[in-house]
């Protein structure tokens, strides 16, 4: 028998929004994870806020709102408040009612930032990485280190001398997009800076590849499972690598001595030394010539085993650029870079350890 198109739909709906939400959904697992890293935060929020004036956005509700940008590459916060709208599930996440009103896309935006400047992001890296130390998926001995370049939310155009005198750029095309011509002109981060961003700067991976405004990511891998136990942003200078691997190790030695694996980028006198200085042996790959390492450090089993897991490091940046939206920047300045580089390996972190713990498979 054909069924009838009935254009007018029921008034009131008796199924409640958690039956809607599938038992083995991906989502569940992360939900439970990410509301126990927040309960770690409760204090930190308090202090955050006033006790008087306006109510605005839960923190909480905030996170995972900002999880679900990532989680589901959202590439805009208007768009995610559009489908907040109307997507039950990300309302569901996020801990909304069917009838509660979505934000304002502004008002979501001006809140986003301020908790971004709290440094809440770097404190909720560590309260997850925190549950997965409870739950014995990380090793405390040995780790990965490296660094990624990530795309500076500013045009090339915006590079222009410090002096003030505009360089030579030619705005025959007119129109809010003009023409510029740099042919012929020595650009160099010690004489321009970009007016949209200053923090940033021009950079390149390698030999060959193309210059780019840029700010530098580093993450410290634990080698048992790839999980990120920590990240920071800096400026990407020179020296941008050296200082990102050595601060990291900084927060994860302590009485004992740990490993730390990296690629032949590592492999300078003042990077061994400094890790040295840390209890720190540095597993780095070896330059073929004027190595800073020597057999007392690459005879043993545990420098080819490391040689062998770091290069797992790769998989949270290929993921957090793919996915994540790391690919190109939507923050300037170092602070609010460094919480959304946080923030988007948290989220990485989140999708694994959901995987890699079966009583969350059906949570």
Known sequence: MRGHDIPQTS?????????????????????????????????????????TGRPSIAPEKLIRALLIQ????????????????????????????????????????????RLLKANICQELLRAVYEEATFANLVSDEHFSVDGTLLE?????????????????????????????????????NETHASV????????????????????????????????VAGALVNTATGNAERDGALALAEKHSGAQRITIGADKGYDRRDVVAGMRARKVTLHAAQKRSQSALDGRTTRHPGYAVSQIIR?????????????????????????????????????????????????????
């Open 152 to 188: 500076a939310w500013a045009s090339q155009k915006s590079f222009k001398p410090k002096d003030g005198s505009g360089g030579s750029d030619s705005n025959d095309g007119g129109g809010r997009n003009a023409d510029a011509n740099f042919h012929g002109e020595s650009r160099t």
């Open 11 to 51: 008034l009131f709906s008796f199924v409640s929004m958690e039956k809607r939400i599938p038992e083995t959904h991906p989502l569940r697992g992360i939900r439970v994870l990410i509301d126990r890293g927040l309960v770690k935060l409760e204090r930190r929020f308090t202090e955050m806020y006033s006790d």
């Open 70 to 113: 990532i989680l589901f590459s959202v590439r805009s916060e208007r768009q995610l408040v559009e489908q907040l709208d109307y997507n039950i599930l990300f309302r569901w996440f996020v801990g909304l009612g069917m009838d509660d009103e979505v934000w304002n896309h502004s008002t979501f935006s001006k809140n986003r930032d």
């Open 311 to 363: 290069k797992r490091v790769e998989e949270p940046f290929g993921w957090g650029k793919v996915i994540g939206g790391l690919r190109k920047l939507h923050h300037r300045g170092v602070e609010l870079v460094d919480s959304c580089f946080a923030l988007t390996m948290t989220g990485y972190n989140l999708v694994r350890m959901r995987n890699l713990m079966p009583e969350l498979a059906t949570s």
């Open 196 to 227: 949209s961003d200053p923090a940033a700067r021009m950079a390149r991976k390698g030999g060959g590849k193309e210059a780019k405004l840029s700010y530098a990511g580093h993450i410290i891998m634990e080698n048992r499972n790839g999980l």
